[in-house]
Nanobody, 126 residues
Framework: QVQLVESGGGLVQPGGSLTLSCTAS???????VGWFRQAPGKEREGVSC????????YYSDSVKGRFTISRDNAKSTVYAQMNSLKPEDTAVYYC????????????????????WGQGTQVTVSS
């Protein structure tokens, strides 16, 4: 089983930027990876995902144009570059992975993913 660890969360002012990292215990070359977030009292929301090839990416309407997902397979790491952050971006952010044998592309649906990290807190506030 692949293990995932998120890092890079913290406190940032509105309009600021933050980069999250998702580092795996093994190669992610054959895995699609997604970023999800959950605020208190709200359902988990798909934020962005990237296919194992890196050729396909998706973003939720709420973050499109502000967030960028990328991957560096040599480092077994997937990133979420978050710009122009808003208070409504405040949440615990999780990365998740699924092998291409199960999911060839990527989707913003949390039930599609088999392996999850522990989450990292992002707080956008003055």
């Amino acid at each position: 089983q692949v293990q995932l660890v998120e890092s890079g969360g913290g406190l940032v002012q509105p309009g600021g930027s933050l980069t999250l990292s998702c580092t795996a215990s093994e190669s992610l070359e054959d895995y699609a990876v997604g970023w999800f977030r959950q605020a208190p009292g709200k359902e988990r929301e798909g934020v962005s995902c990237i296919s194992n090839s890196g050729r396909t990416t998706y973003y939720s309407d709420s973050v499109k144009g502000r967030f960028t997902i990328s991957r560096d397979n040599a480092k077994s790491t997937v990133y979420a570059q978050m710009n122009s952050l808003k208070p409504e971006d405040t949440a615990v952010y999780y990365c998740a992975a699924v092998h291409r044998d199960t999911l060839f592309t990527c989707v913003l649906r949390n039930t599609a993913y088999h392996f999850w990290g522990q989450g990292t807190q992002v707080t956008v506030s003055s």
